[in-house]
DNA sequence: ATGCGACAAGAATCGGGTTTTTTGTCGCGA
DNA sequence: TCGCGACAAAAAACCCGATTCTTGTCGCAT
C-alpha cells in the first residue's frame, strides 16, 4: 500500500480535529499516524481516518476523551478484525456508555461485557406461573400503574 | 379482567423479591398492587408481575433501585404501550445505563435520547475525500494500531 | 398470614475540593 | 509549513465525608 496518505493538515480537514488533539493523541498514545515522512512528519492511513473519524463523533456525541480511550483499547480486543464486517456496526451512544450493536446483539464498548435481558423471556418465564389464579391477558401493558397516586416524595421511612 | 391475581406471597414465590421489598416498594411508589382486597392486602395483576420481574432481573445485573425508578418512569413515558410490541424490546444492562433495543434502534431508558453512530456512515463519509491521495482498501481494519508503542505513561505535559 | 411501624446495617447518591486530563495559544527551530 | 515544548484555561475524573435510600429483622395489630 501507498506510503503517503494523509498528512495532519488534510486529516484536520477531513476529520475536524485539530491539529494540536491530533498530535496530543499521538503524543498519548491514543492513536498514531501509521507512516511517517523521513523528517518526522505524521502520514495518516485511510485505517488511521475512520478511527479518527469514529473518534471525533464520539467526542461531539458528548463522550469525554479517557472513555473512548477505553473503548478503543477495548475494541481492539473485542473486533475480531476479519471477521467484523465493519459496515453493519453502529455505536450506540448515551451518557455513559458506548454500545457496539452486531447484528447479533450488543456489547459495551468498554468492557466487552454483555448484558441482554428480552422481554420475551421474562413473559415466557411468567407464563408457566398462571395456573397460580390468574387471567391470561392477550395484550401487554407494561409499567402501565407505576407510581401514579403515591408520591416518590413520601418515603419518609427512618423518621417519626 | 379479575379482581385476585396474585398474593404478595405468590409474587414474592414467582418473582423472587422479599415480601419487605414488594412493601417497600409500594410505599414509595415504584409499584402498587393494580387490586387490593377489602381488607387492604394486595392483588398483583399480571402486568404488575411483568414489571416487577423486570426490576428484579435488573437488580440482579446490578442496576440500582434508583435507577430503576428513573427507567420506570421515563419508560412509562417513552413506550406507547398500544404500539410497542413488548415481545420485541430488550433491556440492554450495563454498569451505568439501562437502554431499550428495539428494532429501529436502541434509546436510554433514563432520558429516552438517542445517538447511534452507524460505522457505514462514517466510511461514506470518508470515501469522499479518497481522492487527497490515498489508496483504496478493500478490506477495513479498524482500530488496528492503536497505542502500540507508546506508553500512556508518557503524559508529562506540565512537567519540565 | 398479612400488613404496618420502628430500628439498624449496608449500599448508593450527593456535594465540594483536589488532581489529572485535554485543548488552545504562543514561540522556536528545522 | 510542520513539529515540538511550555504555560494556562477548561473539562473530566477522583476522593471522601455527609446524606439518603434499600432492605433485613422484630414486634404488634387485624
Redesign the interface.
Known sequence: ??E???SSR?VSR?TGLTARQLHYW???????P?QQTSGGHARY???????L??AK??LD?GVSLQRI?KC??S??RF?P?AQMP????????????V?V?HSTG?F?A??G?E??????D??E??ES??G??????TQ?????????D???G??RLNQG
Open positions: 500500500m501507498a503517503h496518505c494523509f488534510q477531513i499521538q503524543r498519548t498514545g491514543l492513536l498514531s501509521s492511513s485511510f485505517t488511521d481516518l475512520i478511527a473519524k469514529s463523533r464520539l456525541a480511550r478503543l483499547h475494541l481492539t473486533l478484525t465493519l459496515r453493519e456496526l453502529s455505536l450506540v451512544v448515551t451518557g455513559d456508555v454500545l450493536l450488543a459495551d468498554l468492557s461485557q448484558w441482554v435481558l428480552p422481554v420475551a421474562i413473559l418465564e411468567l406461573w398462571q397460580d389464579g390468574a387471567y391470561r391477558p401487554w401493558e407494561l409499567f402501565d400503574d407505576v407510581g401514579e403515591s408520591e416518590v413520601t418515603q
